[in-house]
């Protein structure tokens, strides 16, 4: 079983920063992505950034320049520096994993893990 935790969320006046963190914990997950997306009441969830294995990043265009991810060689932690705080920021952020998991018969599966979600709340 993996499981994804996210931490480091919170409130922040607008052109501050917050750094979330998402541990992942089991075994026999070999991680090659790591994702933060955030989910506004009524909206769909939309991927902020991304980093894949070997360290390709990619990041949506509302917080280029202002976001940064990163993940340890692993992938078992991720974290996503956020700088110069907008209001439109607001929202529930999620950290999803994906990778191959091993499964009894020596094979491996393509899964996917998210965490439970955590708040940022950006004031004016």
């Known amino acids: 079983q993996v499981q994804v935790v996210e931490s480091g969320g919170g409130l922040v006046q607008a052109g501050g920063s917050l750094r979330l963190s998402c541990a992942v914990a089991?075994?026999?997950?070999?991680?090659?992505?790591n994702g933060w997306y955030r989910q506004l009441p009524g909206n769909q969830r939309e991927l902020v950034a991304g980093?894949?294995?070997?360290?390709?990043?990619d990041y949506a265009d509302s917080v280029k320049g202002r976001f940064t991810i990163s993940r340890d060689n692993t992938g078992n932690t991720a974290w996503l520096q956020m700088d110069s705080l907008k209001p439109e920021d607001t929202a529930v952020y999620y950290c999803?994993?994906?990778?191959?998991?091993?499964?009894?018969?020596?094979?491996?599966?393509?899964?996917?893990?998210w965490g439970q979600g955590t708040q940022v709340t950006v004031s004016s």
């Open positions: 980093v894949w294995r070997g360290g390709v990043t």
């Open positions: 999803k994993t994906e990778g191959h998991l091993t499964i009894p018969s020596g094979g491996f599966v393509n899964r996917e893990f």
């Open positions: 089991g075994s026999a997950f070999s991680i090659n992505f």
